[in-house]
Nanobody, 126 residues
Framework: QVPLVESGGGSVQTGDSLRLACTAS????????VAWFRQAAGKEREFVAA????????YYAESVKDRFTISRDNAVKTLYLQMNNLKPSDTAVYYC???????????????????WGQGTQVTVSS
């Protein structure tokens, strides 16, 4: 497993923006499929966005498409999630995740990721 540390959560109002970051301590970061999941209180963890090591292949949940953007900077081993036009329904703990190297996993399936961050809280008020 690879240690992952998230940052950037907070409390905002509807329509605001936040950028989450997730820093890895592995030289192999560039070879991972990386993703963001979230878990709201009382609900199961759900897929938000993912990006393959190719940079080209990105995937989004329908609920965040056109509002959220996933990106990565392999030089600093960091994954980002830019969240715009936030809604109260986006309130959750957000987790970053990383797969095994060059593993074409089911990007939306949490069980297909081997490393997880500790989570960062995002709260959106109306």
């Amino acid at each position: 497993q690879v240690p992952l540390v998230e940052s950037g959560g907070g409390s905002v109002q509807t329509g605001d923006s936040l950028r989450l970051a997730c820093t890895a301590s592995s030289r192999a970061f560039s070879t991972y499929t990386v993703a963001w999941f979230r878990q709201a209180a009382g609900k199961e963890r759900e897929f938000v966005a993912a990006m393959r090591w190719t940079f080209v292949d990105t995937y989004y949940a329908e609920s965040v498409k056109d509002r959220f953007t996933i990106s990565r900077d392999n030089a600093v081993k960091t994954l980002y999630l830019q969240m715009n036009n936030l809604k109260p329904s986006d309130t959750a703990v957000y987790y970053c995740a990383a797969s095994s190297p060059y593993y074409e996993n089911d990007y939306a399936r949490a069980e297909d990721y081997r490393s997880w961050g500790q989570g960062t809280q995002v709260t959106v008020s109306s």
